[in-house]
């Protein structure tokens, strides 16, 4: 949900009349510039799980330094005033001229929501021994192990707390993180961080056309719709038809996965040989044998694979089956790209993020069932998590966690 659409953008050319307008000046004045798009911090759930994606990501992983309850609860309570802060807006803070800024100034002085959200996740390793809190642990929440295809970096995976910060610009999600960076220096260290991007023009036409990753294809045809609030309940959200601690209901698991895309190899590829990896026309996003990118693939009356073979991403991914439907998982990833490898190889990729309200039977299984598949010879995981997404903040008095930290006290 969209909160607020902003006032008039800058009033430009306003002033001296002259002869010839220059083209500036001929330009519609624009109505909303997306910086005063604004999504709300408040509710039972935490904003940036069905939001829609803007063009920005920005996901980083942290240690927590703090090593006492205590620590934790002044942790998340100023970290919720934080958020709050920077998802609604308002003036950026000033301090005497002899003093360091208390705001970086990257948005200026007038520290507009430009759509973000930030979304606070924990790790598994948040309740080991330091906290108490091993008991409140949500039951799915374990440290990402490696998958078959995996390379690892140990320096980018897991984390104590993950926040998802995604907004309109790249500029809007680092300023938010500089700003809780200075705001928790003794209780926070970066682990890892990993930036992403969607095409705004393609996100503008609000889902009529679909993004591409980086191997041209369209991506999120068949994800779920993050509209159909019975569906969320039953696949993304956890609730009381999910064992877990009382803490937990209305949160949901998150998994991030760093996919290192080989591009140079893919864009050696014939594209007969990439649409039968992935299942569906590179140009149309259709399935293989049919016409509409939103046609649904019969995969009853194609046993043998020859329209769409058995091993193709889509058809491991999702078979169709009812036996199937349980792992159904809502994908929100992103586009990276981050300089290159020491080999002199583009390091480009998909920073894949899934919700889900049962990490095995969602994400796991379905990776399982990924195991080995044709596309692995053009896809490197190097790094991610698990997470949990703790609910949500009710009202101005409630901090992110309260329950987990003072329900087991
Ligand atoms: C770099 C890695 C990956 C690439 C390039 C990729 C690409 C694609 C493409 C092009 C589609 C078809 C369009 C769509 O429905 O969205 C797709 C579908 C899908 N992918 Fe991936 N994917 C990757 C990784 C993953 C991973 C790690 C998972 C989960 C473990 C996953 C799960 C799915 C699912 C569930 C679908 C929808 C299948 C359906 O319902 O028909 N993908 N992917």
Known sequence: MLLGLGAAGTALGIGAAKAAPTPVETAPVVDNDGTRDRQPFYGPRQSGVVTAQPAAALIV??????????????????????????????????????????????????????????????????????????????????????????ALVAEQCHGD?????????????????????????????????????????????????????????????????????????????TGDQHVEPAWAKNGTYQVVRLIRTLVERWDRTPLGEQQTIIGREKATGAPLGMVNERDTPDYASDPQGLRIPVDAHIRLANPRTPETDKNLILRRPFNYSRGMTNAGQLDMGLLFVSFQADLEAGFITVQRRLDGEPLEEYIKPVGGGYFFVMPGVEHEDSYLGQRLVEGSA
């Open 61 to 150: 992983a942290f240690d927590v330094l703090g090593t006492t309850r205590p620590d934790l609860q002044r942790l998340l309570k100023n970290l919720t005033k934080r958020i709050a802060f920077l998802m609604r807006g308002g003036p950026a803070a000033t301090a005497a001229i002899g003093l360091p800024p208390p705001d970086s100034g990257l948005m200026g002085p007038d520290v507009y929501p430009d759509n973000i959200t930030i979304t606070v996740a924990v790790g598994a390793s948040l309740f080991d021994e330091r906290f108490g809190l091993a008991a409140e642990k949500p039951k799915h929440l374990v440290t990402m192990t490696r998958f078959p295809n995996d």
């Open 161 to 237: 707390l993950l926040l998802q910060i995604c907004s309109n610009t790249a500029e809007t999600n680092i300023h938010a993180l500089r700003d809780i960076l200075k705001s928790f220096p003794d209780l926070l260290a970066l682990r890892w961080k990993m930036e992403g991007f969607l095409p705004p023009h393609t996100l503008k036409t609000l889902g009529k056309d679909t993004v591409r990753n980086m191997l041209g294809f369209k991506d999120g045809t068949a994800n779920l719709d993050a509209h159909d609030e019975t569906l969320m309940d039953r696949i993304v959200w």
